[in-house]
């Protein structure tokens, strides 16, 4: 079997840590170098359920795409909530590697998957990556459906294709819009829309979408949106990911075991349905 050093040189060829944001924390958290690899875990979300789960499996190693420590730390106490992680980890013999906007930007990336779960075909790289002579690497994807949908039909696809949350998915536009042409971008999206925009697609599905950046981008285009849970936009690339270590693992004669966790990470655990209730001007207040 393979040592955990052999299986961070495959992970850091798939996802080369050179291509992270410079605010990124990407590469291996904890573990040791010499120690053998035999089972992996991938899951979105380095949080507690997550440890848990890879030492009930088993797994020598965990991947996952969020970060544990994004802006650093000065404890790793057990009493805290990212130290109870990483004790948990270490105490386990479970090592973490993180693969996050290197993830986002590889080709196949987040995006592709992403795009993959809703059965779109990938046309191009929304902000393409200029260091990519291919054209093939950057955020985002700029997509075309097979048959046109309108946005209610579309969100429907979205909401079955995706894996299921409290939030489901949202919608700003008109229902009955005609859809061909859709961008994507897993994970929090809001910052594209210039992108987006400039990519003159009907439509763009992301996660994390604010209230005045949805305003402003309605008003200045009939750009349908799709806001979906950030968890669900990020986790088909989970099993992207496991398919590319398997390939890996069979090239190299490794016999990894590669899992995918289906634990809900996603923050928010329930949805109440909005009722017909009209505002009224309260006593007092100018009308």
Known sequence: MPRLSQVIAALDAL??????????????????????????????DPVQEIADEAVRL????????????LRGTTTVAASTFKGRVVHTLIKNDVALHVAHTNADTADPGVSDAL??????????????????????????????LDHPLTLRE???????????TAQGIRVAG????????????GGSGDSLFDDVRAAGVDAFLTADL?????SEA?????????DAAHWATEWPWCELAAGQLDEVSD????????????????????????????PTTTAGAPN
């Open 154 to 164: 579309f969100a429907a696809h979205a909401a079955a294709r995706l894996p299921a």
């Open 218 to 226: 309605r008003a200045h285009s009939p750009l349908a949106l799709l």
């Open 15 to 44: 996802w080369p840590a050179a291509r992270a944001e410079s605010w990124d924390a990407v590469g291996t958290v904890v573990g040791d170098p010499d120690r053998e690899v035999t089972r992996v875990l991938f899951a979105v």
């Open 115 to 144: 795009a993959g779960a809703l059965d779109l075909r990938v046309v191009r790289p929304l902000v393409p990556d200029p260091s990519d002579p291919a054209g093939r690497r950057g955020l985002g994807r700029v997509c075309a």
């Open 210 to 214: 604010r209230h005045h950046p949805v």
């Open 251 to 278: 090239r190299n004669g490794w016999d990894l075991r590669v899992h995918v966790s289906q634990t809900v990470t996603d923050p928010w655990t329930a949805h109440a349905a909005s009722t017909s209730h009209t």
């Open 58 to 69: 088993g797994a020598d190693l965990l991947v996952t795409h969020h970060p544990l420590y």
């Open 174 to 185: 008109d229902p009955e819009a005609s859809i061909r042409t859709v961008a994507v971008s």
